[in-house]
């Protein structure tokens, strides 16, 4: 039986300059394609036979001009996998910064905090689900769904979150969502919709997140932290201003590494009680807690007062983008809407999966899994940075051990600062983070190198760890 064009083969758009004359203007329009990239080195094209039925042109003059561009380089004939462009052709491409450029190249030792090691992902236990997920999908997990989420996936976190984080969760007031970053973008719009809200962020915290506010209507005021953690006493205080939400990481305070001491805990509450304010509460690796158990979210002494959010991120990957809020009840009919206005809802299948890997405990398992490796690697970092040969230089100090994925280093007030650290690690391809623009304004502040273990993999962590003690040694030496 021949096979139509709109059932088989693969599809290729040209448009042909009808002043040229077909042949001519066929190879033209393939070049063109090759040239700029439209057609990338090794893709195939239609069979001659198709293409000539699609563009009103005979086989022949297919063929010729397919022969002309075997000639040329552009494409490549195989004895029975028909006609490819050529796997060498560079293609000119203009040069200038697209977005993507603002990914920078990883470092060979790379220590940048924020990234969860990418290897620990549990690829089988993820494929067992999605099999089981889609096995047993109804039809309608292939069209348009609540702007929540699925059900399943907020039934199974209701009972996960209330089960390990203390948060007092019913299905219905969760919304799955497109990472953190999407759950604060749309409570940033909802808090502007009826003008600017004003949300404190944490200072030092992530200046990307005080942008998304900022983009989504809202205004950023600065709240400081301290070894307690977030300022919280000074919210309501003469002096600093109303504001109609504020942000905070209590569990791990990002990026200094504090815990929101209790009292501070309690005060926030209570200002959120008699303000009427909203508490955001971002629980981003609520679940890595080394050293005693996890402290419990704010959210569940306070839930008419708390939107938490949390995030796969660290626990599988933030390519997933899979993240969820626990709303109060004012707030889920305008998130809702929100939501639905902005992508309709996050995307179904790995919802359905993540539901079926939290409900069989294989996310339970992975992330005990995971908080022994992070452990260890926490462990063997400060093992080399407190004993010889990679001694923290004298001065140096380590803060927020007690959880998360990351350390602070603090530099001793008489040098070296962030950017000569920065200078030597990037001569020695260590990539860390530091203090720099996650201070709300730039001024006369601490100076800190903040150093992610999550991200290199088992066997790379060890000489990771030697090198970045000999980035401090050797800026020390230089200074
Ligand atoms: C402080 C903080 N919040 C949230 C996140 C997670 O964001 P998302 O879920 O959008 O990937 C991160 C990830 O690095 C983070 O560092």
Redesign the pocket.
């Known amino acids: 039986m021949s096979d139509s064009w709109p059932t088989s083969g693969v599809d290729l758009h040209l448009e042909l300059d009808p002043a040229t004359g077909r042949r001519a203007g066929l190879e033209q329009a393939l070049r063109a394609a090759i040239q700029t990239g439209r057609l990338a080195p090794q893709a195939r094209l239609p069979a001659s036979r198709k293409l000539a039925a699609e563009l009103g042109l005979s086989r022949g003059t297919v063929r010729a001009a397919y022969d002309q561009l075997i000639a040329e380089g552009y494409l490549t004939a195989r004895q029975g996998s028909g006609t490819a462009v050529a796997r060498l052709f560079q293609h000119h491409t203009d040069n200038s910064a697209g977005p993507h450029d603002r990914i920078s190249p990883r470092p060979r030792h790379d220590l940048r ?3 969860p090691d990418a290897s620990a992902f549990p690829t089988a236990a993820w494929l067992r689900s999605t099999r089981r997920a889609l096995g047993s999908a109804a039809a309608d997990a292939y069209t348009y769904d609540d702007p929540r989420g699925r059900i399943e996936l907020r039934t199974a976190l209701a009972e996960y979150l209330g089960r390990t984080r203390g948060v007092l969760a019913r299905p219905d007031l969760i919304m799955i ?8 973008a749309l409570l940033s719009r909802v808090l502007s919709e009826t003008g600017t809200a004003t949300i404190a962020t944490e200072d030092p ?2 200046a990307f ?1 005080r942008e998304v506010i900022r983009r989504n209507g809202s205004a950023v005021v600065p709240l400081a932290v301290d070894e307690r953690g977030a300022r919280t006493d000074l919210l309501g205080a003469s002096g600093f201003p109303p504001v109609d939400a504020v942000e905070v ?1 209590p569990a791990h305070q ?2 200094t590494g504090q815990t929101l001491d209790s009292e501070r805990r309690r005060t926030l509450v209570c200002w959120a009680r008699s303000s009427g304010a909203l508490i955001i509460e ?1 629980d ?2 609520g679940e890595f807690r080394y050293d005693r158990q996890p402290v419990g979210a704010i959210q569940g002494t306070a839930p008419d007062h708390v939107a938490y ?6 626990t599988l990957g ?1 390519a997933l ?3 969820w809020i626990v709303l109060p009840r004012h707030l889920l009919e305008p998130l809702v809407e929100a939501k639905r206005h902005n992508d309709h809802h996050t995307e179904t299948i790995g919802q359905l999966t993540l539901a079926d890997l939290i409900a069989c405990h294989a996310y339970d398992r992975h992330v005990r899994a995971c908080r022994l490796r992070y452990q260890r690697r926490r462990d063997l970092l400060l093992t080399r940075l407190q004993a010889p040969p990679g001694r923290l230089p004298p001065g140096f100090s380590v803060h927020g051990i007690a959880a998360g994925l990351h350390i602070l280093i603090s530099l001793p007030a008489g040098g070296p600062t962030e950017q000569q650290v920065l200078h030597t690690a990037a001569a020695d391809g260590v990539g860390v983070g530091h203090l720099g623009d996650r201070w709300h304004a730039p001024g006369d502040h601490p100076q800190g190198i903040i150093v992610g273990y999550g991200t290199p993999s088992e066997h790379a962590y060890p000489a990771a760890v030697d090198a970045l003690a000999h980035v401090l040694h050797t800026t020390c030496r230089t200074l």
């Not at 959010?309 to 660290?314: A, F, Q």
Request: hydrophobic share 25%; net charge positive.
């Open positions: 905090p924020g990234r969502t497109n990472g953190y970053v999407q759950a604060l915290g992530v997140h990481t990002y990026p971002n981003y690796d959010i949390g995030t796969v991120s660290k933030p983008r899979l993240g």
